[in-house]
Structure formats: C-alpha cells, structure tokens
C-alpha cells in the first residue's frame, strides 16, 4: 500500500507540471500573440510596456519565462494584476478561498448525507411508491438550474417573504467571516449551502440507489443472506460499503471543482466573494494573471482530490490494494 501512494504521489507532481507548463503555454506562449501585452491591460503606456517585459522575461527564452511565472505564482507569490492596479493575485486567492470552501464544505455535508439516505432508503424499499417518490425528486433537483433556484430563494428570503417570522432571520446578500461571527456565519451560509447541494443530492441518490439495486445480485451479497443476515445489515454493512466506491469518485472530483471556482453561480447569486466570483470578474476584465492564477489554483485541487480519491480506494476495496 505504501508503494501504491508513492507511485501515486509521483503520478501527482508530473501531472502538476504538466498542467502548468500547459497553462503557461496557452496564456502566454500562443504565436503571434504578444504576452506583454496581455498582462499589462488594455491603454497601457509604453514604460509599463517595458516593465512587464523586463519583470517577467519575455524577452529571453520560454523556458526562463516559464521558471519566472511559476516562481512569482507559487515560491514570491508577487504575480501582479496591471489591470486592478498593480493588486497582487495570490492574495486575492487567498483572501477568497476561505469563502468557496465554507460555501462547499456546508453544501458536501447536505448532499452527503441526504443522497446516501435517499439512495440507501430507495435501493431498500425498491419498486414501492417511496423509492419513485424519492428518485422523482432527485430527478426534479436535477433538473433545476441552481442559478434559477438561487434567484427564487433570494426572492423569498430577501424580498416577498422577509418580514416574516420564518426568514426574518436571513441577512443580507454576503459573506461573515467565521472568526467575526460564527452564527452570522451559519446565517449567511445556509440558504446557499441548499442551493448548491439540491443538484448534486438528485445526482448522488441516484447513482447510490443504482448501484446498490445492481450489488444486491452480486456472490458475496447472496452468500451474506444465506448466512442469515438481515437485510439491513447487508445492505449497510456491505452493499453500501461496496457501492461507496463509485460514491466517493463523484465525490473527489465534483468537491474539488467546486472549490476551485465550479460555485461560481452560487457565489454571484448570493454575492459571496469567493473564487469563482473572483474568476467571472477577472474574465470580465480580461485580467490574465488572474485568470491564469485561478486556473492553476482550479487545477491544483482538481489533481490532489483526484489523488486522494485514490488512496481511500486503497482503503474501501481490497481489490485496489491486491491489483498495486
């Protein structure tokens, strides 16, 4: 097992190059486009002009300028926007990474728990009128877009319904941070922890019900029920277990891409300053470094999740483990 990790964490730090020599190549590197211009913004004068090319080397070879840029976005962290006043964007990150994982972490835990008790409790109660009911609902979620559900949600906490005494509580549109108020925390969080997670609670209780509907034919499934287990016990004990594979994949790659800037709707609906709001604005902008910085920072997640995901597969299958 110890072998498999370092394999893995190997396989990690040459995707992490790849993708940010990647990057780079496309931000910064496409013919015939001049970088120096991309990073110093539109109108800029001829001394910035000069500045960026000095400051970032794209006057000598691609690979020093590729060592520059990684070395002012990761080890300096001194990467500056030109286009919002020379603000440097890895504090900016840093600044709005605790909002996109506050809004992610809260949503995870509604969807996880509620998808695992929908899907287990359909998968247990198959073809009755609850599983329908439930797997319509995962459908309706599904369907929704969370842009829309966020827009309806707002209307009636923060406009029609406000007054009353069942959202006088709501606060306004933003973000309280932890440390200044955790119950205002909680307040500003909660109606957007709902919103993200309705989408990913229809998708995740649907896949869990199928697969644990599909192990329930499976040998060690039939060998558990003529040992005399309970039905319960089998399906927790160990269908559910099985099926949590498939679970725990969604689960890496979908929280990752959230947090690296896939909440972006969310954010801007709720006006929550976090990374994918960050993101939109730079786009808007046409800010370059910033975007590339939220693309790098987007990736890094996406890759360490993908890695941890395959290490709780070394945990929850032994057939993982056997076949490294």
Same mark, same amino acid.
């Given at each position: ?28 590197? #496409?013919?015939? $486009?001049?970088?120096?211009? *991309? ?55 840093? *600044? ?15 969807? +996880? ?7 287990? @409790?359909? $998968?247990?109660?198959?073809?009755? =009128? ?6 319509? @609902? ?9 842009? =829309?559900?966020?827009?309806? $949600? ?10 009353? =005494? ?42 869990? *019900? ?12 039939? #060998? ?33 891409? @959230? ?15 976090? +990374? ?7 786009? #808007? ?33 032994? *057939? +993982?483990?056997?076949?490294?």
């Amino acid at each position: 097992m110890l072998m498999a990790a370092l394999r893995r964490l190997g396989q990690t730090v040459f995707v992490l190059f790849g993708i940010s020599a990647l990057v780079f190549a496309v931000f910064f590197a #496409t013919p015939g $486009a001049d970088p120096t211009a *991309r990073i110093a913004g539109k109108n800029a004068s001829p001394q910035t002009m000069q500045k960026v090319r000095q400051e970032y080397g794209f006057d000598r070879p691609l690979p020093v300028q590729y060592a520059i840029m990684m070395k002012k976005l990761f080890i300096t962290q001194d990467l500056a926007s030109y286009a919002d006043r020379g603000e440097l964007v890895v504090p900016e990150i840093i *600044r709005a990474a605790p909002v996109t994982v506050s809004l992610v972490c809260g949503a995870a835990v509604i969807w +996880v728990v509620v998808s695992i008790a929908m899907g287990t @409790l359909a $998968a247990a109660l198959k073809g009755t =009128w609850i599983d329908r009911t439930l797997m319509m @609902l995962g459908l309706i979620g599904i369907s929704i877009p969370v842009f =829309w559900l966020g827009q309806v $949600a707002n209307l009636i906490t923060q406009n029609r319904y406000h007054d009353t =005494w069942l959202f006088s509580w709501v606060p306004a549109l933003g973000y309280v941070p932890f440390t200044q108020s955790p119950w205002g925390w909680f307040k500003a969080l909660v109606i957007p922890w709902v919103v993200l997670a309705v989408l990913f609670i229809g998708v995740y209780s649907r896949v869990l *019900r199928a697969d644990l509907v599909a192990l329930s034919g499976e040998d060690f499934i039939r #060998t558990a029920r003529a040992k005399g287990l309970s039905p319960s016990r089998i399906l927790i004990r160990h269908g559910l277990r099985t099926a949590m594979v498939t679970f725990v994949s969604l689960f890496g790659m979908d929280f990752a891409q @959230l947090v690296g800037g896939g909440a972006l709707l969310t954010e801007v609906v709720f006006g929550l300053p976090g +990374v994918g709001r960050l993101t939109y604005q730079a786009l #808007t902008n046409l800010d370059l470094p910033l975007i590339m910085a939220t693309v790098m920072y987007s990736a890094v997640f996406v890759v360490l999740a993908n890695a941890a995901v395959d290490m709780i597969y070394l945990l929850l299958d032994p *057939r +993982v483990r056997d076949a490294r």
